[in-house]
């Protein structure tokens, strides 16, 4: 309890530099400032970043082994809600789920919509199938399906319209100038995320990264026909909305005192 005290201090006495930052960012997006270099991860063709860590443990190795094919996402053909689950449902797309905090706590949440969850990370992918099979000793999530790999191969061969939410929590920020083109919130990948999501579907990000920050503005600034920033004020971009489940990244940023931003936009 002390220590969660002071991270509320902490919180609580950032938020005017964090309000600063925040328009700081929309400025320069405002402006004539550009991406770093051409391309984003539609056009480089390969994934960046590692794939796996420590050796699994034998639990997580041999869910793997047994669980992981029978949730994987097909590797050819349209992926619909009828494809993974036998019915049309409200689908939702998690881009990079990492432990698979949230995506198994938003289909806990709505366990007749469809969850789609994709992670190139062999570690991540086995968190999140230790969730799959039991979410928090109440039983297995029958409403998820995963992807170990390149999550725009499989967004691609979604039907244009089908998404209902689309999730990028905490990507890696590829923080230096030069790796600009691998962060995902780029024009490439914000057009995709945008064909698929139906009108009024929402797109959800989070971060705790300030250049990612100022990046991500600038990019969805360039998008304000496909989508309307829902923020009536600093409280929607600096609180994590109701029905948004913490990530391990989320937990580990509110540890090391960094403020955390939420932004949701809704596809015209």
């Known amino acids: 309890m002390p220590q969660k005290g002071k991270n509320q201090v ?5 938020s005017k530099a964090s309000v600063a930052l925040l328009f700081e960012a929309i400025r320069l997006s405002a402006g004539t400032m550009t991406a770093y270099k ?3 991860p539609t056009t480089l063709g390969r994934l960046y970043g590692r794939t796996k860590n420590k050796a699994l443990r034998a ?3 041999k869910l793997v082994d047994e669980l992981l ?7 050819e053909g349209p992926v619909s809600g009828k494809a993974l689950f036998g019915e049309d449902c409200p689908l939702h797309f998690e881009i990079g789920f990492g432990g698979g905090e949230h995506l198994a706590g ?4 709505l366990p007749n919509h469809g969850f789609i969850g994709c992670e190139p990370f062999l570690n991540g992918v086995a968190q999140a199938l230790a969730h799959v099979e039991n979410f928090q000793g109440k039983g297995p999530l029958a409403n998820v399906r995963l992807h170990m790999g390149d999550a725009l191969e499989v967004l691609g061969r979604i039907p244009d319209g089908a998404l209902s939410f689309v999730y990028l929590l905490h990507p890696d920020p590829w923080p230096k100038a030069r790796h600009a083109k691998r962060r995902m919130m780029n024009d490439g990948p914000v057009d995709m995320i945008a064909a698929k999501l139906k009108p009024g579907g929402e797109f959800r990000f989070g971060t705790d990264h300030p250049v990612y920050l100022r990046h991500a503005m600038m990019v969805m ?9 829902l923020c009536e004020g600093q409280k929607d971009f600096l609180n994590r909305p109701g029905g948004w489940p913490e990530t391990r990244y989320e937990a580990k940023a509110r540890r090391q005192d960094h403020e955390v931003w939420y932004f949701r936009y809704r596809r015209a």
């Open 10 to 14: 902490n919180r609580s006495g950032s």
């Open 69 to 75: 094919p029978r949730v994987s996402v097909s590797d």
């Open 106 to 109: 938003r289909a806990d949440m």
């Open 59 to 61: 639990n997580h190795a």
């Open 221 to 229: 600034q360039r998008h304000m026909q496909q989508f309307e920033w």
């Open 38 to 40: 051409s391309g984003d």
